[in-house]
C-alpha cells in the first residue's frame, strides 16, 4: 500500500485508524496516476458513483449534461473530481465540459418553467463540484492574492467560482465576492487585500454603457494599487469596443489560468507593490 511506502503522507485518529487527507490523496492520485482503489477518503467516494456509470463509454461532457439533466448529484461530482484526478487542469474542465453541459441546457428549455427548475439545479450540482475541488487545493498562505466577483446585477454563480478554482489552481490565495458585487466593493477587497489580481465575469449587465464608464474608472484604480484587472464571462464581448481598450478582457477560464500564470512567475509571494 502507498502510505506504508511513505508515497502518501498519512496521519492516525486517536483509535489508530489511518487518516489520508483530501489534498494529499487527490496530488498523489494527479501525480502518480495510481488507481482510485479504496476511496475511503471523503470527497472521493462520489468518484465511484461516476466510474460505475462510465461503462457505456460516452464523451465526458455528454455524461455530464446528462447527470445534470437528470440531478444525478453524486455521479456529476465524481466526474468532475475524476477528470481532476486524470490530470485535467480545472480551467479545461470549465472551458470543455461545465461550459458546454450548461450552455446545452440553456438551449432545450430557453427558460420555460421546467428549464428553470433544471438551470437552478445543474448549477447548485456544478457549484457542489467545483467547491470539493477548491476546497482540497493547497495553497501557500504567503502566496499572492486573488480578488473577484460578478458584476453589479449578475446573478451567475458559477464563473466567478470557476474563477476563483481556476487562480487557486494556479496558487493564488482566492477571494469569491461571488454574484451581483458592486464594483467599489470590489475596490475595496483589492485595496484591504492586497490583490495581484481583480477579476471580474459579466454574464448579465444592466447597462453596458455605464458599466463600461465604471469599468474604465475601477480599471485606473486597480492599476494604482498595482492590481491586474482581467474581464471575461459571456456578456463582457458586448462592452463597447472603446470602452473595453483599458480594461484586459478574455473570453475562457484557460486564458485566464495564462494571466494568472503571468503574474505568478513575475511574483511568487504576496503582497502587490504600486507602479513606479
Ligand atoms: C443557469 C442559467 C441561469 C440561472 C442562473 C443561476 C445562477 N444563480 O447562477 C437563472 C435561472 C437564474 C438564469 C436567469 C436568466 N437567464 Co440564464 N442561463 C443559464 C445557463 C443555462 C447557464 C449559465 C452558466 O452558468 N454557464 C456556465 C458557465 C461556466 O459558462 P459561461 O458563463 O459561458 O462562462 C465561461 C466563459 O464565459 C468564461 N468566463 C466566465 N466568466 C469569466 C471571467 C473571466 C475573468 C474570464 C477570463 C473568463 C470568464 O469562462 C467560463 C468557462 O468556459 C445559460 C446558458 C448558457 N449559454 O450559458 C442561460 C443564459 C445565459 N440565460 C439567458 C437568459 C435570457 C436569462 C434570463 C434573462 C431569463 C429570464 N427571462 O428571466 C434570466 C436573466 C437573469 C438576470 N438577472 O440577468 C440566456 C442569455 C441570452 C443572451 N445572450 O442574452 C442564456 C444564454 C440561455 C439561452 N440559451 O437563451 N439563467
Redesign the pocket.
Known amino acids: 500500500m502507498y502510505a506504508d511506502d511513505g508515497l502518501l503522507r498519512v496521519s492516525r485518529t486517536a483509535g489508530g485508524h489511518r487518516r489520508i487527507t483530501v489534498t494529499d490523496a487527490i496530488r498523489f492520485i494527479r501525480d502518480t496516476h495510481a488507481p482510485l482503489v479504496h476511496p475511503e477518503v471523503p470527497g472521493l467516494r462520489d468518484v465511484q458513483a461516476a466510474n460505475l456509470d462510465a461503462a457505456g463509454g460516452d464523451p465526458d461532457e455528454e455524461r455530464l449534461h446528462r447527470y445534470l439533466v437528470d440531478g444525478r448529484t453524486r455521479e456529476a461530482r465524481g466526474l468532475i473530481m475524476s477528470l481532476y484526478l486524470g490530470g485535467e487542469s480545472i480551467a479545461t474542465i470549465?472551458?470543455n465540459q461545465?461550459?458546454p453541459a450548461?450552455?446545452r441546457?440553456?438551449?432545450r428549455w430557453?427558460?420555460s418553467e421546467e428549464g428553470?427548475f433544471v438551470?437552478?439545479r445543474a448549477?447548485d450540482i456544478c457549484v457542489q463540484g467545483v467547491q470539493q475541488l477548491r476546497a482540497a487545493l493547497d495553497v501557500d498562505e504567503r502566496a499572492p492574492v486573488a480578488v473577484g466577483g460578478a458584476a453589479p446585477?449578475d446573478?451567475?454563480?458559477?464563473?466567478s467560482l470557476?474563477?476563483a478554482t481556476v487562480l487557486a489552481d494556479e496558487g493564488f490565495r482566492t477571494i469569491n465576492l461571488g454574484?451581483d458585487t458592486p464594483l467599489d466593493v470590489l475596490l475595496i477587497a483589492a485595496r484591504e487585500n492586497q490583490a495581484r489580481l481583480t477579476?471580474?465575469?459579466i454574464?448579465?449587465a444592466e447597462n453596458t454603457n455605464t458599466l463600461s464608464t465604471d469599468l474604465n474608472e475601477l480599471a485606473n484604480r486597480l492599476e494604482q494599487l498595482g492590481s491586474r484587472f482581467?474581464?471575461?464571462?459571456?456578456r463582457a464581448g458586448s462592452l463597447p469596443p472603446s470602452m473595453r481598450e483599458p480594461v484586459h478582457t478574455?473570453?475562457?477560464?484557460s486564458?485566464?489560468a495564462a494571466f494568472g500564470k503571468g503574474i505568478r512567475l513575475a511574483a511568487p509571494l504576496g503582497g502587490a507593490t504600486a507602479p513606479n
Open positions: 470549465a472551458d461545465i461550459r450548461m450552455y441546457i440553456g438551449e430557453r427558460h428553470i438551470e437552478h448549477t446585477h446573478p451567475y454563480l458559477l464563473p470557476l474563477a454574484p477579476w471580474l465575469s454574464s448579465a482581467i474581464v471575461g464571462g459571456q478574455a473570453t475562457s477560464m486564458e485566464l
